[in-house]
């Protein structure tokens, strides 16, 4: 099993920056990839970044440039950055663990941009 504590999400004004942060727990060293999924009001869940064990990247379009993803082994923590943040970024952010055989979601923190 694998705990993940999600905490850093908030209100902030269009182009202000926020950084989310995941604790994870529990059997980590099974874990291949750290993510950030984001879900908006009447919308389907999607992937925002994602971060190999390796420290390989990626991100979805629509945040390229103005987000980061980055992991702190020492301290099983994954974080995202989030600059230049748009009001379409409102949304309730999840973390994720994936492992092939397993799939854990932290709780989900708000981030809320205003225009």
């Known amino acids: 099993q694998v705990q993940l504590v999600e905490s850093g999400g908030g209100l902030v004004q269009a182009g202000g920056s926020l950084r989310l942060s995941c604790a994870a727990s529990g059997s980590i060293f099974a874990i291949n990839v750290l993510g950030w999924y984001r879900q908006a009001p009447g919308k389907q869940r999607e992937v925002v970044a994602g971060i190999t064990s390796t420290g390989n990247t990626n991100y979805v379009d629509s945040v390229k440039g103005r987000f980061t993803i980055s992991r702190d082994n020492a301290k099983n923590t994954v974080y995202l950055q989030m600059n230049n943040l748009k009001p379409e970024d409102t949304a309730v952010y999840y973390c994720?663990?994936?492992?092939?055989?397993?799939?854990?979601w932290g709780q989900g923190t708000q981030v809320t941009v205003s225009s």
């Open positions: 994720n663990a994936w492992s092939p055989r397993n799939s854990y």
